[in-house]
């Protein structure tokens, strides 16, 4: 059981550049989110998604967007890679809105 | 907007001591609250859920409370061991909202 997988767990990307970020969960959860969590911070959440095709803005949306076309998988897009945007990103899953569980992280550095 | 804020940010103590860490939030009206451990480099285990009719959950050596009311909950770590050193986040699902808020954490050393 694989739980949620997260790739890549590292990235380098040059200021300007575009990337996405994977997120895969085995377990048929309905609801994924997307985290991101800045040194000395909680967990800021920044999209969410209740079912495939059903997707809305948490709370720092600004830079990123996402798509759900199944219920496996749920990536999420930066454009335009800011400094700003240096971060860990963290994708979970829940079968609800309680039994979350959570990927390892992707480690992100924009210069 | 909900705030949920956790006291104190780092903790050490040796091995063997009870201890208790603490997070309060300021809209009561939440639907259940979590205790999640992290990892150096690592993601978040859930460590114990409590729901909004409940007082506290035990998992072992680990026991959270809830008094939602004066929107307050501690998890009492008993024993401590140096495997129980790592980053403790408290995270409140609110009533109505599709997402956990999340506290900053407090950083525990085990001191062998």
């Known amino acids: 059981n694989a739980g949620v997988t997260q790739t890549p767990k590292f990235r380098i990307l040059k200021i300007g550049q575009s990337m996405t970020l994977q997120c895969t969960q085995d377990?048929?959860?309905?609801?994924m989110y997307w985290y991101r969590q800045d040194p000395g911070m909680g967990l800021k959440l920044i999209y969410y998604?209740?079912?495939?095709?059903?997707?809305d803005k948490g709370e720092v949306p600004n830079g990123y967007n996402v798509s759900r076309s199944t219920t496996e998988d749920f990536p999420l897009r930066l454009e335009l890679a800011a400094p700003s945007q240096t971060s860990v990103y963290f994708c979970?899953?829940?079968?609800?809105?309680?039994?979350?569980?959570f990927g390892s992280g992707t480690r992100l550095t924009v210069v | 907007k909900q705030e949920v804020t956790q006291i104190p940010a780092a903790l050490s103590v040796p091995e063997g001591e009870n201890l208790v860490l603490n997070c309060s939030f300021t809209d009561s009206a939440i639907y259940n609250l979590q205790w999640f451990r992290q990892d150096p480099g690592k993601g978040l285990t859930s460590l114990l859920l409590?729901?909004?009719?409940?007082r506290e959950q035990t998992s072992g050596r680990l026991n959270a409370s809830l008094d939602k009311s004066s929107g307050r909950s501690t998890l009492y770590i008993a024993a401590s061991q140096p495997g129980d050193s790592a980053t403790y986040l408290c995270a409140v699902a609110q009533t109505g909202a599709n997402n956990l808020f999340f506290g900053t954490g407090t950083r525990l050393t085990v001191i062998p």
């Open positions: 979970a899953s829940a079968p609800a809105s309680y039994g979350y569980t």
């Open positions: 377990m048929n959860h309905n609801y």
């Open positions: 409590i729901q909004s009719s409940q």
């Open positions: 998604s209740v079912g495939a095709g059903i997707t």
